[in-house]
């Protein structure tokens, strides 16, 4: 399972400052006969009490007897003009501190900004289902591999652009792939590996440029072929990749690829019970949460916390006694993780929904989905929250579904809107805006979807 809860941090910083370098002057900011001596601030407002995510505001400062910045930016700002901030997300907050030099005044402006809580399709050239969507430092996201209902496995990558909202072709991997995972490097390529390959003789792993549409084969290839796999990035730019559905079975093995040579090594640590179809969550200190997965002999895989540190796993205490796999997790703003949805190994669904705290590495349950579902996506809410869609509730007697879930910062759930579409094997995907992209899927009957939509 892809794991969102990361995030893209130099966006998060950009869109938390949310400001243009764009001023539109309107007017001097000198001070007036019989002002104060020291700086004054008259006015420091919005042009509306209310936004949604995404939408801009124009600030207005006016002051006497200094200069004016506001900040987060540190950015100068005349007195009478204008500024329009970037896309807005929940809790925008700006500050307009008026100085002369010796004395400053502030005043603070939080902005009450909130989902619309909805839906709506964006052009999507080209069907796809099985794919793994891959969030790029710029804010665009990379479509790699995955089903497009052809005779092959395609091969060509798109690019979603936020700023346009439209998808470009940028190249191919050296063979379409499924089951594969992929993981954005700190030099901007991303790391292919694993899965099946249309094409056998082709690279099991391989680096993508979506700059230029090239792609070369890793200096060596993984230990072994891993389908279900996950891929974590650690803090220091190196690939955690571990379990997978291997020659023999669930893989208990996991091994690290280094970008600086672009090789892999094998860790001598295992997990205590290899797994595929689990999750793998980096935890704000950067160490890594394995939760479930299916397993060779039925039995449940107890969570497992990685240490890049010492390249070790420890074991965690089980937080329930069933097998669950095919389920999310989502790193929440406070650092949590939450999972939910998944199966065992008889196919039974699970609705229950836990909470991870990684201060007393404890879980706790927070209540249900409305419905079970498996093959879903999710995603974090720029609110703290953090909302589901799609997936199979086969279980629930709906089959493949639209339905979409909205977990509150509160733990509370709500449903949201549906989708466009009934869809399974989909992904979802922050975008810089605090918005969601949802990508391809397939349909009831499993056929690839050529349909996207943005939730905001």
Known sequence: MTDFGCGCAAWARRA?????????????????????????????????????????????????????????????????ATLRTEALRPGAHYRL????GTRSVARELPLEVRYRDRLRAVPMPFARAEHVAVPL????VLIVGGDAGQRTLPDRCYRFDPQTERFTDVGALSSGRVGFTAAALPD??????????????????????????????????PAGSRYGASASVLGDGRVLIAGGLGGNGAEPSAELFDPATARFARLPATMTRGRYAHSASVLGDGRVLFYG????????????????????????????DVVRGNHVAVRSADGAVWIAGGEDTDITQN????????????????GALRLTRILFAAAPLADGGWWLAGGDSSAAGTGVTDRSERIGADGVRRDGPALGARRFLHTVTPLPSGKLLIVGGADPRRLPLASAEIYE
């Open 16 to 80: 938390a400052a949310g400001l243009l370098f764009a001023l539109a002057a309107c007017g001097g900011g000198g001070a007036a006969p019989g002002d104060e001596d020291g700086p004054t601030i008259r006015r420091f407002g919005a042009d509306r009490a209310a936004y949604y995510v995404g939408e801009h505001a124009v600030l207005t400062a006016e002051y006497a007897n200094g200069q004016g910045r506001i900040e987060p930016g540190d950015l100068p700002i005349a007195s009478g």
């Open 293 to 320: 997965g299916l397993t060779s002999d039925g039995r449940p895989a107890p969570p497992e916390l990685f240490d890049p540190q010492t390249a070790s796993f420890t074991t965690l205490p089980a937080a329930e």
């Open 97 to 100: 501190v008026v100085s002369d």
């Open 351 to 366: 609705a229950a929904i836990l909470r991870f705290d990684p201060q007393t590495l404890g879980f706790a349950t927070r």
């Open 137 to 140: 430092a710029d804010g665009s």
């Open 188 to 221: 901007g390529r991303v790391l292919v590996s694993g899965g099946l390959r249309a094409l056998t003789a082709a690279p099991e792993a391989e680096l993508f440029d979506p700059h230029t549409g090239s792609t070369v084969a890793t200096a060596n290839p």
